[in-house]
């Protein structure tokens, strides 16, 4: 008999159950006994002992309506486990939609029961107005026993030997009322019913099978496209230069697994994963391509439907849970082989695998910054190891560990350094705003600016900080407007007319005068996108169009967006990173960088690479077209290392002035780092209990460097006190410290304390 390491849903532990009927294999999903209940789980790993001091329970059955899982994708998400020590359920919920199961419509319509309160069937009630109570047996002959059971059970009457009339008020009424709704309607989700009537009256209807819930299996989750959209997405059928043609023989003809695609913002390497892509799908492939964000890029998703039509699924953040389960069965069942996503669409299940595809590699999105803390590329790295997969990473500014990896041999390095039919990369200019006297723009940006828009051409600007200011204080008794639940200073939006947090979400109405002293002479400081636009407009009287996360919350606003701009509706986009990543207008031949600074002067040691990818990736927004394209840059900072490199287009120099910086300071990739906060609601005990788990952790520690505990850079948030411990040495000592972590927070848990542990962390 076998016997099953099974994960039970919710309890993230694993369970031995046997399969006395050798029925079940690993990642099938199934139902076992559990402390007296039914419970979900899944079939994770084979027990290599038979032999076992408690009672086994055998596994009761499969699950209905549900898929299994492939053997490596269980290995995957226990690696993701061990790895980024986290509970197997948290993985298990990041990877999969709806626990696997397929998402069910729960729907209300009318049924032919019993109809309480109407006129027709409103005898017994007639009888009753002349009457308290009735004897059982002299109901049953005047009405039938059914009938008065059925009224019984809808509850019109009540008793047992004596039956009365249970005062109906309304009940007729209500359900003549529902009974209209539902006139025009056949079927309304069991929300909205839920919504618009009383639950009681609900129940009573069901009871006596007048309304009836049902479901089904949703099918209907996305709209067909129409025709004419079809059209439109018209695949293009591009004949490779030949410098794509050599990456794509290079990555097709090598038995190698790991590669990386550095290549010039429009040298066309998206053209060549579409080629790689075409070319396992017409040998029975399939592949997954991931991008940073996905809403930001209509033009990406409608190139790749161009090509791949039905056969690709699209999985991005805004997805419901239902048309994610819709996805995942039509790749599943292999109906579709080919996967363009976010982050979480590396666990999207493809068959026969051939390649991950990860385009602009070095972005921040690619690692989650909630539990579970996985980095997609790193997970698709193991991924591809377990399915024979190649992995193609790529980008114009690679981050310093992936080139690091490259020049070691790790990844096969291909670049491409054209752009594709030999267009020009812009042309960089720099402005010292320490000499300037206005602090947004520089007389030479607003010059340039003016000059692009009369030859109605476009601009771009970026400054990477929403809202109006970031720090409001008040000139006469020195308060900051903090928020309540962080420690840290409140922005403020404008246009919404409110304070807001930007860690917790919190917030509050805007005065124009101090919370603390009433005073009115309060000072904004830390100039946002808001601001900016404002004083844009006090200079030109053009179409601007703001794109950061408070504008785009409008419904379809990137489709909107890049069709207006498109459509020269407008002539100046000013916004956020998001305008930096994937977009290509022809017209755009300015860029211009507000400021530089703003991450530069981030206490992270990733914050010159950072700057270098953010501006080097704008910038690679103009000039796209026919036209040439200039930059101007912005900064405080000119005599900078990173803004030189910027300046010389020069990121083999930026490179090395980063993989010195890391090897003298022993940072990534030259060791691994796991960043451990350690909250809690209440200050008490809270720097006593960080101390004790750096003390256990510390004695049995070898060749790392532990740090702390400190208080975190920002003390509070979402009213959690934070307390910070780190720890810094070679892979092979960091992973041997894993097994200790885990277990010491296991030991030392504590409801009133969290412990978060962040592996391989990207923002310090
Ligand atoms: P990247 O992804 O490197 O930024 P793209 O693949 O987006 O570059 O290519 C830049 C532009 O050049 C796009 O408009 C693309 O359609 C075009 N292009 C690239 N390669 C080809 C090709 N082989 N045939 C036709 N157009 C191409
Ligand atoms: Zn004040
Ligand atoms: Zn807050």
Same mark, same amino acid.
């Given at each position: 008999?076998?016997?099953?390491?099974?994960?039970?849903?919710?309890?993230?532990?694993?369970?031995?159950?046997?399969?006395?009927?050798?029925?079940?294999?690993?990642?099938?999903?199934?139902?076992?006994?559990?402390?007296?209940?039914?419970?979900?789980?899944?079939?994770?790993?084979?027990?290599?002992?038979?032999?076992?001091?408690?009672?086994?329970?055998?596994?009761?059955?499969?699950?209905?309506?549900?898929?299994?899982?492939?053997?490596?994708?269980?290995?995957?998400?226990?690696?993701?486990?061990?790895?980024?020590?986290?509970?197997?359920?948290?993985?298990?919920?990041?990877?999969?939609?709806?626990?696997?199961?397929?998402?069910?419509?729960?729907?209300?319509?009318?049924?032919?029961?019993?109809?309480?309160?109407?006129?027709?069937?409103?005898?017994?009630?007639?009888?009753?107005?002349?009457?308290?109570?009735?004897?059982?047996?002299?109901?049953?002959?005047?009405?039938?026993?059914?009938?008065?059971?059925?009224?019984?059970?809808?509850?019109?009457?009540?008793?047992?030997?004596?039956?009365?009339?249970?005062?109906?008020?309304?009940?007729?009424?209500?359900?003549?009322?529902?009974?209209?709704?539902?006139?025009?309607?056949?079927?309304?989700?069991?929300?909205?019913?839920?919504?618009?009537?009383?639950?009681?009256?609900?129940?009573?209807?069901?009871?006596?099978?007048?309304?009836?819930?049902?479901?089904?299996?949703?099918?209907?989750?996305?709209?067909?496209?129409?025709?004419?959209?079809?059209?439109?997405?018209?695949?293009?059928?591009?004949?490779?230069?030949?410098?794509?043609?050599?990456?794509?023989?290079?990555?097709?003809?090598?038995?190698?697994?790991?590669?990386?695609?550095?290549?010039?913002?429009?040298?066309?390497?998206?053209?060549?994963?579409?080629?790689?892509?075409?070319?396992?799908?017409?040998?029975?492939?399939?592949?997954?391509?991931?991008?940073?964000?996905?809403?930001?890029?209509?033009?990406?998703?409608?190139?790749?439907?161009?090509?791949?039509?039905?056969?690709?699924?699209?999985?991005?953040?805004?997805?419901?849970?239902?048309?994610?389960?819709?996805?995942?069965?039509?790749?599943?069942?292999?109906?579709?082989?080919?996967?363009?996503?976010?982050?979480?669409?590396?666990?999207?299940?493809?068959?026969?695998?051939?390649?991950?595809?990860?385009?602009?590699?070095?972005?921040?999105?690619?690692?989650?910054?909630?539990?579970?803390?996985?980095?997609?590329?790193?997970?698709?790295?193991?991924?591809?190891?377990?399915?024979?997969?190649?992995?193609?990473?790529?980008?114009?500014?690679?981050?310093?560990?992936?080139?690091?990896?490259?020049?070691?041999?790790?990844?096969?390095?291909?670049?491409?350094?054209?752009?594709?039919?030999?267009?020009?990369?812009?042309?960089?200019?720099?402005?010292?705003?320490?000499?300037?006297?206005?602090?947004?723009?520089?007389?030479?940006?607003?010059?340039?600016?003016?000059?692009?828009?009369?030859?109605?051409?476009?601009?771009?600007?970026?400054?990477?900080?929403?809202?109006?200011?970031?720090?409001?204080?008040?000139?006469?008794?020195?308060?900051?407007?903090?928020?309540?639940?962080?420690?840290?200073?409140?922005?403020?939006?404008?246009?919404?007319?409110?304070?807001?947090?930007?860690?917790?979400?919190?917030?509050?109405?805007?005065?124009?005068?101090?919370?603390?002293?009433?005073?009115?002479?309060?000072?904004?400081?830390?100039?946002?996108?808001?601001?900016?636009?404002?004083?844009?407009?006090?200079?030109?009287?053009?179409?601007?169009?703001?794109?950061?996360?408070?504008?785009?919350?409008?419904?379809?606003?990137?489709?909107?967006?890049?069709?207006?701009?498109?459509?020269?509706?407008?002539?100046?986009?000013?916004?956020?990173?998001?305008?930096?990543?994937?977009?290509?207008?022809?017209?755009?031949?300015?860029?211009?960088?507000?400021?530089?600074?703003?991450?530069?002067?981030?206490?992270?040691?990733?914050?010159?690479?950072? /700057? #270098? +990818?953010?501006? *080097?990736? $704008?910038?690679? =927004?103009?000039?796209? &077209?026919?036209? @040439? %394209?200039?930059?101007?840059?912005? /900064? #405080? +900072?000119?005599? *900078?290392? $990173?803004?030189? =490199?910027?300046?010389? &287009?020069?990121? @083999? %120099?930026?490179?090395?002035?980063?993989?010195?910086?890391?090897?003298?300071?022993?940072?990534?990739?030259?060791?691994?780092?796991?960043?451990?906060?350690?909250?809690?609601?209440?200050?008490?005990?809270?720097?006593?209990?960080?101390?004790?788990?750096?003390?256990?952790?510390?004695?049995?520690?070898?060749?790392?460097?532990?740090?702390?505990?400190?208080?975190?850079?920002?003390?509070?948030?979402?009213?959690?006190?934070?307390?910070?411990?780190?720890?810094?040495?070679?892979?092979?000592?960091?992973?041997?410290?894993?097994?200790?972590?885990?277990?010491?927070?296991?030991?030392?848990?504590?409801?009133?304390?969290?412990?978060?542990?962040?592996?391989?962390?990207?923002?310090?």
């Amino acid at each position: 008999m076998r016997y099953f390491g099974v994960y039970v849903d919710d309890t993230n532990d694993f369970y031995t159950y046997s399969d006395p009927e050798d029925s079940y294999k690993v990642g099938d999903r199934v139902m076992v006994p559990f402390r007296g209940r039914w419970k979900s789980a899944l079939v994770v790993y084979e027990e290599s002992s038979k032999e076992f001091n408690f009672k086994v329970l055998p596994i009761a059955r499969k699950m209905e309506n549900h898929i299994s899982l492939t053997e490596s994708m269980v290995k995957l998400l226990r690696w993701i486990q061990d790895y980024y020590l986290c509970p197997f359920g948290q993985v298990l919920g990041a990877a999969i939609p709806g626990n696997l199961k397929v998402e069910y419509i729960h729907e209300y319509r009318l049924g032919s029961g019993f109809i309480p309160g109407t006129p027709e069937e409103g005898e017994i009630q007639e009888y009753f107005t002349k009457k308290l109570e009735v004897g059982r047996p002299t109901l049953y002959k005047r009405f039938g026993k059914e009938a008065v059971k059925e009224a019984l059970e809808a509850g019109i009457l009540e008793g047992k030997s004596k039956i009365k009339l249970i005062p109906q008020e309304d009940v007729g009424e209500r359900y003549r009322r529902i009974a209209a709704y539902f006139k025009e309607r056949e079927r309304v989700g069991k929300s909205v019913v839920e919504k618009h009537f009383e639950k009681g009256v609900i129940e009573k209807l069901l009871k006596a099978g007048r309304l009836v819930l049902e479901k089904t299996v949703r099918e209907d989750v996305r709209e067909s496209d129409g025709e004419a959209e079809k059209e439109a997405y018209a695949p293009r059928g591009a004949v490779l230069s030949p410098e794509q043609e050599e990456v794509r023989r290079s990555i097709e003809e090598s038995d190698k697994r790991y590669f990386l695609i550095k290549g010039v913002t429009g040298s066309g390497k998206t053209e060549v994963y579409l080629r790689l892509i075409k070319d396992a799908l017409a040998e029975g492939g399939g592949a997954i391509f991931l991008v940073p964000e996905i809403s930001i890029t209509p033009q990406m998703i409608n190139r790749f439907k161009g090509e791949f039509r039905d056969n690709i699924a699209i999985l991005h953040s805004k997805l419901t849970p239902a048309e994610r389960a819709k996805e995942w069965l039509a790749l599943h069942r292999g109906e579709k082989k080919v996967v363009l996503g976010v982050r979480s669409a590396i666990f999207a299940p493809v068959e026969n695998l051939k390649y991950i595809i990860i385009d602009e590699e070095h972005e921040g999105t690619y690692k989650q910054d909630t539990n579970p803390r996985y980095s997609a590329k790193y997970v698709g790295i193991k991924k591809a190891e377990l399915e024979g997969a190649k992995v193609v990473l790529g980008s114009a500014t690679p981050s310093i560990e992936t080139y690091f990896l490259a020049k070691q041999g790790v990844f096969q390095l291909l670049e491409m350094n054209n752009r594709y039919k030999g267009a020009k990369l812009p042309k960089l200019k720099l402005v010292d705003m320490k000499t300037e006297e206005n602090q947004f723009f520089s007389k030479e940006m607003l010059k340039d600016i003016s000059t692009t828009l009369r030859k109605d051409e476009q601009i771009m600007l970026l400054l990477n900080r929403k809202g109006y200011s970031t720090y409001i204080q008040c000139h006469d008794c020195g308060h900051v407007e903090e928020c309540p639940h962080c420690s840290i200073s409140m922005n403020y939006y404008m246009q919404s007319g409110i304070y807001k947090c930007n860690y917790c979400g919190y917030t509050k109405r805007y005065e124009p005068r101090c919370s603390s002293c009433g005073s009115k002479n309060i000072e904004h400081s830390g100039k946002g996108t808001e601001k900016v636009e404002e004083e844009i407009r006090s200079y030109f009287d053009t179409g601007i169009i703001r794109v950061d996360s408070e504008t785009s919350r409008e419904k379809n606003f990137y489709e909107r967006m890049y069709r207006e701009f498109l459509e020269k509706k407008y002539n100046i986009m000013l916004g956020t990173q998001i305008i930096s990543k994937g977009l290509h207008f022809p017209d755009v031949t300015m860029v211009g960088v507000i400021s530089a600074d703003t991450i530069l002067n981030f206490p992270d040691f990733r914050s010159g690479e950072k /700057t #270098y +990818q953010l501006v *080097s990736q $704008v910038a690679g =927004r103009a000039g796209r &077209g026919e036209k @040439e %394209g200039e930059v101007l840059i912005q /900064t #405080y +900072q000119p005599e *900078s290392y $990173v803004i030189r =490199r910027i300046m010389e &287009g020069n990121y @083999e %120099g930026l490179y090395e002035d980063e993989i010195e910086n890391r090897r003298l300071m022993n940072y990534p990739p030259f060791s691994r780092i796991i960043n451990i906060i350690i909250s809690s609601q209440s200050e008490e005990d809270l720097e006593g209990y960080a101390t004790e788990f750096f003390k256990r952790i510390g004695s049995s520690a070898q060749g790392v460097e532990i740090y702390g505990p400190m208080q975190a850079p920002i003390y509070r948030i979402k009213g959690r006190y934070r307390y910070q411990l780190f720890i810094k040495g070679s892979r092979k000592a960091v992973g041997a410290i894993k097994p200790v972590l885990r277990d010491t927070a296991q030991e030392m848990k504590e409801n009133k304390f969290r412990i978060t542990i962040d592996v391989d962390p990207i923002n310090l």
